[in-house]
């Protein structure tokens, strides 16, 4: 079975400063990783994606990951927060034995400290 | 385009009546995701739909719930009879489906309150 973990609810950065939010995966086939943001009463909006190649991954507005799959891990990075990052994160894994869906991870809450 | 839509943003009813959730995805797109989302379980997969075929329905919680896609341009999540634990923001979301690379594409989603 296929499954992602966040191991952190929460992450808090000074504005400026280097943001790191962390995943970690586990699936049974190939990994397909993807990371979504949320804002407030919106929907989740795509970033990155890492499908299969140079393991860093460059996204939406500044947002990179890598990939380690010795680690099983696919951490989201971001040079120098904006107080606008605040948001929810979610990463998710497609495992391509198992169909189409999606398994989320129960989301990272990241607050950019002005 | 349009993106995803879903209709109404929010709907707020009591409990024992039937509440319908609409879902119109990205036109082109195989495949179509019901998502219930909520504080204390996250973003739970309820169904989802290949050219308008459900494929996994493992997510639905109870027969109370119910989804169809009579269209490739429509769909709906039903909910009858409603109940205070429903209450939740529900996602659709449409993907290409072309490869195992293609991302999902999220609605604004429908808050709903059952009181």
């Known amino acids: 079975a296929q499954s992602v973990a966040q191991p952190e609810d929460q992450v808090n950065v000074a504005e400026g400063n280097p943001l790191t939010v962390k995943c970690t995966y586990s699936?049974?086939?190939?990994?397909?990783l993807f990371w979504y943001v949320q804002y407030p009463n919106r929907g989740l909006q795509f970033l990155l994606k890492?499908?299969?190649?140079?393991?860093l991954v460059k996204g939406s507005y500044g947002f990179e990951a890598e990939f380690n799959k010795s680690q099983t891990s696919f951490h989201l990075k971001k040079p120098s927060a904006l107080v606008s990052d605040s948001a929810l994160y979610f990463c998710?894994?497609?495992?391509?034995?198992?169909?189409?869906?999606?398994?989320f991870g129960p989301g990272t809450r990241l607050s950019v400290l002005p | 385009d349009a993106g995803v839509i879903q209709s109404p943003r929010h709907e707020v009813t009591e409990m024992g009546q039937e509440v319908t959730l609409r879902c119109k995805p990205i036109?082109?797109?195989?495949?179509l995701f019901w998502y219930r989302q909520t504080m204390m379980r996250g973003l739970e997969l309820l169904i989802y739909?290949?050219?308008?075929?459900?494929?996994?329905d493992s997510g639905m919680p109870e027969d109370r719930f119910s989804a169809k896609m009579p269209n490739a341009s429509f769909s709906t999540l039903k909910i009858q009879p409603s109940e205070p634990r429903d209450s939740a923001v529900y996602f659709c979301?449409?993907?290409?489906?072309?490869?195992?690379?293609?991302?999902?594409?999220f609605g604004p989603g429908t808050r709903l309150t059952v009181t």
């Open positions: 979301a449409s993907s290409p489906g072309q490869g195992w690379w293609d991302e999902q594409y």
């Open positions: 699936v049974s086939g190939n990994p397909y």
């Open positions: 890492y499908i299969t190649g140079d393991n």
């Open positions: 998710a894994v497609r495992d391509d034995n198992y169909g189409q869906n999606f398994v």
């Open positions: 036109s082109g797109h195989d495949y």
């Open positions: 739909f290949n050219n308008n075929v459900p494929i996994d």
